[in-house]
């Protein structure tokens, strides 16, 4: 078995090659990873796509195979070329991928190092994929230890200490167009969702009353009474003529298709400044051409420099902790593995037989002429007795709960003094809490 990760994001992909193969609706991550589980070589799926990157996590029989075949599929449903999607692609096999997503959950390969939303949105991206079967045991182990190297980091460090997002980044650079106040402002916001509702949040923090515009109607109220008076919802019909009456305007909505396009953009006698933090963009490209300042998620980059030199400090430190979490994984893995348990189970069985036999003979209990035929004995009785508890560990081998419980067997047998500790180290959060296991297609 092995781990592999197929990532595309800011660092090497443009927001044209990003929106092209995201997956901004289950359907498509559910149709995808259905596609990818056909496969013979990959076991189990997990799909993040945020808007500064698309990861692919799969538990693999063989790398070489699965890579060519999910950058395959990638090609037929992004219409990119399979050669270029190759070139772009940062693949990362085994301690590599372990290393690599615990980084991505530490925000150490965020646009804004130490922003907080990307480990909200793994932990979203794995309840859904469990959720559906598209993964199990492998990459739950994974992801739990993921978040525990996450909250590592944070507690550590203090790498999210002021901490920023695109949305905030946004926000700040509309601030800074403002004259260093948005005090007094309107701006729009559309969408209801997670960007939305930072972006809202911000945005009322700097004194701007905001606009909400969303589909969802009942969203958009749930929303703005939770951020409060200074927030009023519009229905979608009004976009039109909302977009050409304020300056400052916010996009973070899922749709698949732009949601404001040139044809709806009106002349008139002031600068507007426009915020597209979706992927796929929100925008149409050639708004750019009626006198709007327009800003995607890659233009704000050149904003992101705040803290950056006390952040990039607190990084050096993150790495390290990350460094020893990867070790430490692969560390317990090797813990796991059915046949050194059962050997060792075994060789303590044997081995208190013996000691029991060497006393009975050195007591004169047991005549020594006697001794083959017990040892035989004693090793049929152990030999039987082990057989039940050998053919259970080996039977859920596979289930997600096979990790609590091989801990568990290894605590009560003494085989490793460690598993005490360890025994609630790894648990499915998730699972946990909704009282169900359930095992990937794969597997099943």
């Known amino acids: 078995m092995n781990y592999l990760i197929v990532s595309y994001s ?4 443009d927001i044209a090659i990003r929106e092209k193969i995201a997956f901004n609706s289950d359907e498509k991550k559910i149709n995808f990873s259905q596609k990818l589980l056909k496969h013979p070589m990959i076991n189990e799926v997990l799909i993040l796509s945020t808007c500064n990157r698309v990861e692919i996590f ?11 075949y999910i950058i395959n599929e990638l090609s037929k449903i992004s219409s990119i070329d399979i050669d270029k999607l190759k070139d772009l692609a940062d693949v990362y096999e085994d301690n590599a991928a372990i290393h690599h997503i615990f980084s991505v959950a530490s925000s150490l390969d965020s646009v804004v190092i130490g922003e907080t939303q990307i480990v909200g949105q793994i932990k979203d991206a794995f309840k859904f994929c469990f959720d559906y079967g598209f993964c199990s045991q492998k990459i739950a182990r994974v992801m739990h230890h993921t978040f525990r190297c996450a909250a590592a980091v944070r507690s550590s460090t203090e790498i999210s200490s002021s901490p920023v997002s695109i949305s905030s980044v946004a926000v700040n650079r509309a601030k800074d167009l403002a004259g260093g106040s948005l005090a007094g402002f309107s701006a729009i916001v559309i969408g209801a969702g997670q960007m939305s509702r930072i972006c809202a949040e911000h945005l009322i923090k700097n004194g701007c009353n905001v606009i909400i515009i969303n589909r969802n109607i009942k969203k958009a109220k749930e929303l703005a009474k939770d951020l409060g008076e200074t927030t009023i919802v519009e229905g979608f019909d009004k976009l039109e003529s909302f977009i050409n009456k304020y300056r400052f305007l916010f996009s973070a909505t899922s749709a698949n298709g732009h949601v404001i396009k040139s044809d709806m953009v009106k002349d008139v006698d002031f600068k507007r400044y426009w915020f597209d933090i979706a992927v796929p963009r929100d925008i149409e ?19 992101v420099s705040q803290n950056r030199a006390f952040r990039e400090k607190q990084a050096g430190i993150a790495y390290s902790i990350i460094g020893k979490s990867t070790i430490e994984f692969y560390k317990w893995l090797q813990t796991l593995q059915v046949e050194p348990i059962i050997k060792r189970m075994r060789e303590m069985a044997k081995r208190s ?14 005549p020594k002429e006697y001794k083959d035929e017990v040892e035989k004995i004693l090793h049929q009785a152990f030999n039987t007795f082990l057989h039940k508890p050998t053919c259970n560990l080996k039977k859920v081998a596979e289930d997600p709960e096979f ?10 047998f003494g085989i490793n003094e460690e598993q ?9 959060e998730y699972h946990m809490e909704n009282g169900t296991v359930r095992h990937s297609k794969k597997e099943q």
Do not use: P, W
Request: contains cysteine; aromatic residues 8%; charged residues 35%.
């Open 10 to 13: 800011h660092k090497n992909s």
């Open 58 to 68: 799969t538990s693999v029989k063989s790398c070489l195979d699965a890579l060519e």
């Open 353 to 366: 037989a013996q000691k029991e036999l060497d006393r009975a003979l050195k007591k004169g209990y047991l």
């Open 403 to 412: 990790d609590t419980i091989v801990q568990s067997f290894q605590y009560l």
């Open 420 to 428: 005490k500790k360890q025994m609630n180290m790894y648990k499915c």
């Open 285 to 303: 490209e050639s708004c750019k051409d009626k006198n709007i300042d327009l800003f995607s998620v890659d233009d704000l980059k050149s904003v």
